[in-house]
């Protein structure tokens, strides 16, 4: 059910500084930027070889991540597997008797699908589902 990781996403205060940062670093230039209206963020996508990593940024203070930034400080916020159809794995992981975070899909980056999982289910890592599709 699980095809791999389609990235880690990091929590963080000033998504440019933390770019400059990868650059200067790594020499890591981002390949994509976009506001995510369902969540209040906005992303940058690295990719690193075949990875990927998403800097993502709370765009008010009561966007989850700004929630979680105030809380916890800037840092991993989740990892993300890829899946083929995120309505028969959500399913699936209901049967798993896995809490759900989002009970239906939401809009993501690049017109994907996501879904998170409560992280009480699954050791106090938060996971979330992602099914890519075209760009429309
Ligand atoms: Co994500």
């Not at 699980?2 to 650059?23: C, E, F, N, P, R």
């Amino acid at each position: 059910m699980l095809q791999g990781i389609d990235h880690v996403a990091i929590a963080v205060t000033d998504i440019d500084a933390t770019l400059a940062m990868y650059k200067k670093n790594f020499g890591v230039e981002p390949e994509h930027r976009e506001t995510i209206d369902a969540y209040n963020v906005e992303v940058a996508t690295l990719h690193v070889g075949g990875s990927c990593v998403e800097l993502v940024q709370g765009l008010a203070n009561d966007s989850p991540i700004s929630k979680f930034v105030a809380k916890r400080g800037e840092g991993i916020h989740h990892i993300a597997f890829a899946v083929e159809d995120i309505h028969a794995a959500l399913d699936d992981m209901r049967n798993r008797g896995v809490d759900l975070i989002d009970d239906e899909p939401r809009v993501g980056k690049s017109n994907s699908l996501v879904a998170f999982l409560h992280p009480g289910s699954t050791g106090r890592v938060l996971y979330e589902l992602v099914q890519n599709r075209d760009e429309e």
